[in-house]
């Protein structure tokens, strides 16, 4: 069953902006690839936002949406992207400024993107890779769906627990929805990876990390609540207490988080679940908590790492001696 999603006010207009810009780690003590964001479209026609979502902080406009609709251009720069070498990344996410697929019943892309990618970067044996992330369910994916698969394209699913996507996704894609989707796609040859994230503490992610691995997604990447110096103060009191806000370094932000025991805690329940079946990383963590999970924060494999996953579990990316 599809979740039935109000879209609100976006503003439709051309963007000035660059579409492909690098975006290196912050803050600067996580472990964190460097990628190239895709900047197609600002915010998120979910409604209402999740309640933790990053896009409320006033440096994003506090969620308010908009989506390019010079595509040509957007076209243009990325066939131009594809075919440049040498870059420190051959990852474009188009899911770091907005949800990927949410703004596609208001300005469809996704098919013109896919297109350029299996014909410039696929059929050219090129690494250039473009990574949608999204909290959409089936009838948000149907252009995928209704495409066949490209290697250079992965699409990555957000999901959380079902208690907290209720509590805390109302306008996202129900779990299940977004479960359907992931699993559709995967059989179809799509590459799918999971993000399980941001596990909240007070939940149970035994569940969802059981389904995830039936799903034998390439990759799961497990992230626990954070929140910037703009979101914290608009999180609501209940997700707020429990952050330990961090002062800044070497003048850049450090995020507010959970205690390092209650980090590892969490997100230990689930490795032990998808540890069999996948390649594992952590979102936007620092190296001693990669370390206590046994996992090696010096080969990073995490949701916006290019390669394709190793099966089964960790090797050869994540075993640690010693």
Not at 71 to 98: C, F, H, K, P, Q
Not at 142 to 159: G, K, T
Not at 234 to 262: I, N, T
Request: glycine share 8%.
């Amino acid at each position: 069953m599809t979740t039935e999603l109000k879209e609100p006010e976006c503003r439709l207009e051309p963007s000035d902006r660059p579409f492909v810009e690098i975006l290196r780690t912050t803050p600067v003590e996580t472990i964190c690839p460097n990628f190239f964001a895709l900047d197609h479209a600002r915010g998120c026609s979910f409604s209402p936002l999740c309640s933790y979502c990053y896009l409320k902080d006033p440096y994003y406009d506090h969620g308010k949406s908009s989506a390019a609709t010079n595509t040509g251009d957007l076209l243009d720069e990325v066939g131009s992207w594809i075919a440049r070498d040498d870059l420190e990344t051959y990852v474009a996410n188009a899911g770091n400024l907005s949800d990927s697929l949410s703004f596609e019943s208001l300005r469809p892309v996704m098919r013109r993107l896919i297109e350029l990618f299996r014909t410039e970067a696929e059929a050219k044996g090129r690494p250039h890779t473009l990574l949608l992330v999204t909290k959409a369910g089936l009838a948000d994916c149907a252009v995928l769906l209704e495409s066949e698969p490209c290697r250079n394209i992965i699409v990555s699913f957000s999901v959380n627990s079902p208690e907290a996507t209720r509590d805390h996704e109302r306008g996202a894609a129900g779990i299940g929805d977004r479960l359907a989707a992931a699993g559709r796609l995967g059989r179809a040859g799509w590459r799918v990876r999971i993000r399980i994230d941001p596990m909240i503490l007070g939940y149970d992610y035994a569940g969802i990390a059981g389904e995830v691995a039936e799903l034998r997604p390439e990759r799961v990447t497990l992230g626990a609540l954070r929140a910037d110096p703009g979101l914290y103060p608009c999180l609501d009191e209940k997700l707020r207490a429990p952050l330990v806000p961090a002062p800044a370094l070497k003048g850049k932000y450090a995020l507010a988080r959970y205690p390092f025991d209650v980090r590892v805690a969490l997100y230990r329940q689930a490795a032990d679940i998808l540890r069999p079946v996948c390649s594992l990383g952590l979102c936007e963590e620092t190296p001693d908590v990669w370390k206590a999970l046994g996992f090696d924060w010096r080969h990073t494999s995490c949701n916006c790492e290019g390669h394709p996953g190793h099966h089964p579990g960790f090797t050869p990316q994540a075993a640690v001696s010693g």
